[in-house]
């Protein structure tokens, strides 16, 4: 049931017994049966990971403090409920589709409509002081109309969706990914 919703979806799905480790290096979502173990090996070298569905409860199966750290979106199942099958792949897609991080167990929660005509990025980084005057100092510099911006933090990371209606350049992307602190940024659409 949940891996034919992100079929559905269109997402590429690989359905697996184990986390082979050919495939670590290039999965972007993860969705674990509960009982599933995730060695935190494994999980550091998942670079490009952007969200990690659980059916079941974390505790002592996945480090979601490394999740936090390497900024990736944790929606955790620990009450057993059976329509989870279809609820933690939804908070997926909501995820790679809009940013939603509603209900995550290890993100700020942030649920935001779509913008029509915009482009929605994302910057996840450290929860320090002075990140969101870097990033539109960036978007001064570019000349970027800010259409939306949200943040949202918790007390290890700082989570911003910034929609802008203009086009941009490569070097835009290429001077948020530098500031200090960045854990990830990625564009949505």
């Known amino acids: 049931q949940s891996i034919d919703m992100l079929k559905k979806d269109g997402f590429s799905v690989r359905h697996k017994t184990t986390f082979e480790e050919k495939y670590i290096a290039d999965v972007h979502m993860l969705l674990l049966a509960d009982g599933e173990k995730l060695e935190p090996e494994k999980l550091k070298r998942a670079v490009k990971l952007k969200t990690l569905g659980y059916l079941g409860s974390t505790k002592g199966k996945l ?23 279809t609820f933690i792949p939804k908070r997926m897609i909501d995820f ?41 100092t ?8 800010i259409v939306g911006q949200f943040l949202m933090t918790n007390p290890s990371i700082g989570y911003v969706i910034t929609d802008i209606n203009t086009e941009y350049d ?3 992307f290429k001077s948020l990914k530098k500031i200090e602190h960045t854990i990830k940024f990625r564009v949505l659409y």
């Open 138 to 145: 960036i978007f001064a510099k570019h000349d970027i109309n």
């Open 96 to 136: 790679m589709n809009t940013g939603t991080t509603y209900l995550s167990s290890n993100f700020p929660n942030l649920q935001l409509p779509r913008i029509d005509k915009s482009h929605r990025l994302i910057h996840i980084h450290k929860n320090v002081p002075g990140i969101m005057a870097k990033v539109n």
């Open 170 to 172: 490569k070097q835009l």
């Open 63 to 85: 480090d979601t403090g490394i999740c936090t750290g390497q900024g990736v979106v944790v929606f955790d199942d620990v009450k057993h409920n059976p329509r989870n099958l």
